[in-house]
T-cell receptor, first 113, second 110 residues
Framework: DAGVTQSPTHLIKTRGQHVTLRCSPISGHKSVSWYQQVLGQGPQFIFQYYEKEERGRGNFPDRFSARQFPNYSSELNVNALLLGDSALYLC????????????FGPGTRLTVT | EDQVTQSPEALRLQEGESSSLNCSYTVSGLRGLFWYRQDPGKGPEFLFTLYSAGEEKEKERLKATLTKKESFLHITAPKPEDSATYLCAVQGGSQGNLIFGKGTKLSVKP
């Protein structure tokens, strides 16, 4: 069975640009969550979507947005990139929105120069 | 405020030297405590979920336990391939998101 997939694997952007990251959940999973992980820290929650509705939002600025599509895949968008946005962006899927294990994808490494 | 603290930050063991990693948590209405393993540059790999105090789960050389305030990940006779960062996370209240600790970086030398 395919796990969570993310694209692209790596990305280099310039300050002020916009970026879109993509995630496909495990088949049958209806919830997708996004996390940001900077070096040496644990993942930090950005968004959760369940059945195409936003179910939670972490403490991130409005430059960050996301959506979930009818096939349960998801996009994370970040506008006006800052150097501090450089991180590993992780997508996790689960069967439902709470009380279920979240399975992570390999991540997208974003570097902002 | 929900919080997860892991200790130690780093742990060096000789192959075969058993030890434990600690995860202390503060959360409103624990729904689940999760352990993950993360290799450098990769996404976290799911290991265990614990739901209530007293629960224990095992997988190969790893055993996770849970009390009302903390969880332990016991590593018995570790091998070099167990070297990784081990992350602990909690899910609480009505929220679906995971709150992670900073992780414990484990190095096992042959």
């Amino acid at each position: 069975d395919a796990g969570v997939t993310q694209s692209p694997t790596h990305l280099i952007k310039t300050r002020g640009q916009h970026v879109t990251l993509r995630c496909s959940p495990i088949s049958g999973h209806k919830s997708v969550s996004w996390y940001q992980q900077v070096l040496g820290q644990g993942p930090q929650f950005i968004f959760q979507y369940y059945e195409k509705e936003e179910r939670g939002r972490g403490n991130f600025p409005d430059r960050f947005s996301a959506r979930q599509f009818p096939n349960y895949s998801s996009e994370l968008n970040v506008n006006a990139l800052l150097l501090g946005d450089s991180a590993l962006y992780l997508c996790a899927s689960s069967y439902r929105d709470t009380s279920y294990e979240q399975y992570f994808g390999p991540g997208t490494r974003l570097t902002v120069t | 405020e929900d919080q997860v603290t892991q200790s130690p930050e780093a742990l060096r063991l000789q192959e075969g030297e058993s030890s434990s990693l600690n995860c202390s948590y503060t959360v409103s209405g624990l729904r689940g405590l999760f352990w993950y393993r993360q290799d450098p540059g990769k996404g976290p790999e799911f290991l265990f979920t614990l739901y209530s105090a007293g629960e224990e789960k095992e997988k190969e050389r790893l055993k996770a336990t849970l009390t009302k305030k903390e969880s332990f990940l016991h590593i018995t006779a570790p091998k070099p391939e167990d070297s990784a960062t081990y992350l602990c996370a909690v899910q609480g209240g009505s929220q679906g998101n995971l709150i992670f600790g900073k992780g414990t970086k484990l190095s096992v030398k042959p």
